[in-house]
């Protein structure tokens, strides 16, 4: 089967082992208690959404309906259901090593959240291709329930570097991009400063608005602006270089300036020729800006991250917003369309459609009161 990545290259896997093994190059991170959902095109023969669960503790019910509404909202062919333990073997299914061939160990993890789904799911418009558990480097299949039909101790996934997998690690990097060790990683790369950090950058935010607010009075909102792009676009080529970091008032400056909507526009919409560094840069000022000011570049992190196909990064930048202020107006968009499965292209045609019909109407403005 053909494996389709963000930015819709393929890969081909040669057997469900390979599959299984790009999945986690294909979140942006190695699941733990996760399931996923790999949406299948039978006519072209590849993958396409993946969507990412936490596995529940409870409310199995509500769970596999929820999975079951996203699932048959992004209208694939069909899907494959793969659940992930937390990294290690799985006890009891691990041993005996070789058991005859009439001894069934019983369930796998997760056998009833699966069983649910998989009854919400029969009979509607999405075929389930197959079922699988992850865990400890090795998989196994929930399809299988006679004895001796499957290793016991399950089927050893492909080494690193070897088939499917290798290739999406070599285009991802290609990219600038790579695969995190858990989803703690990938949430640490938007995490603000803490303690008498937090508290420092507080200062400098409370400073440095006082002294764009006098700008603004003294030159007018415009020139402050133009100085804010300006300034994006000089740490920008500083960034795509691997110069020195922003200082405290540059991250100030651009991360405030994502608070006035036309700035925030033309940072969703920037034409950059290293899209990578530009998203890079985003993550430095979201990192480093306190949560009582972090909500609206954090908001362009995930914008830019989801037009760039990084959904999982866009996920954790969302979810740091919604912390921060649950009523959010572009975050809550965002995760519609998250979780709408449009894809990174539209949002991307309409963010440069959106600026486009700004420039237009204050070009038009200019021109009447110039008039």
């Given at each position: 089967m053909k494996i389709r990545e963000p930015h819709n290259t393929t890969v081909t896997a040669g057997n469900p082992g390979e599959l299984l093994a790009a999945v986690p190059h294909l979140i942006g991170f190695t699941p733990q208690s996760s399931m996923v959902a790999v949406h299948v095109d039978l006519e072209q023969q590849r993958t396409g959404t993946l969507l990412r669960f936490d596995l529940p503790t409870g409310h199995y019910d509500d769970f596999a309906a929820e999975v079951a509404r996203r699932i048959e909202h992004g209208q694939p062919d069909a899907v494959l259901l793969v659940c992930y333990g937390d990294g290690g073997p799985p006890g009891a299914r691990a041993a005996p090593r070789h058991p005859p061939d009439d001894v069934y160990l019983g369930p796998l993890p997760h056998q009833e959240v699966v069983d649910r789904v998989l009854a919400v799911l029969a009979g509607g418009p999405v075929a389930v291709l197959g079922t699988a558990y992850v865990d400890g480097g090795r998989w196994w299949t929930y399809d299988c329930d006679r004895p001796g039909c499957c290793p016991?101790?399950?089927?050893?996934?492909?080494?690193?570097?070897?088939?499917?997998?290798?290739?999406?690690?070599?285009?991802?990097?290609?990219?600038?991009?790579?695969?995190?060790?858990s989803r703690r990683e990938l949430e640490d790369a938007v995490r603000g400063p803490s303690g008498a950090d937090e508290q420092a950058m507080v200062e400098v935010f409370e400073r440095v608005d006082r002294e764009l607010a006098a700008e603004a009075l003294t030159e007018g909102v415009e020139a402050v602006r133009g100085r804010t792009l300006v300034l994006a676009r000089l740490l920008l080529a500083r960034t795509a270089e691997g110069g020195p970091a922003p200082t405290d008032d540059d991250v100030a400056r651009l991360s405030l300036g994502a608070a006035d909507l036309l700035v925030r526009d033309r940072f969703l919409a920037f034409e950059v020729a290293d899209p990578v560094a530009w998203l890079g840069l985003l993550t430095t000022l979201a990192r480093r800006a306190p949560d009582s000011r972090a909500a609206p570049i954090c908001s362009v992190v995930a914008w830019v991250a989801y037009q760039q196909g990084d959904g999982a990064l866009a996920n954790v930048a969302l979810d740091r917003v919604q912390f921060i202020d649950p009523q959010h107006t572009m975050a809550q968009l965002l995760r519609d369309c998250l979780e709408g499965q449009v894809s990174p292209g539209h949002i991307a045609a309409l963010t440069r459609e959106a600026v486009e019909v700004a420039d237009r109407a204050r070009r038009e403005v200019s021109g009447a009161g110039a008039a």
């Open positions: 016991a101790e399950g089927v050893p996934l492909p080494a690193p570097g070897v088939g499917a997998a290798a290739d999406l690690e070599a285009l991802m990097a290609l990219a600038g991009r790579r695969t995190l060790a």
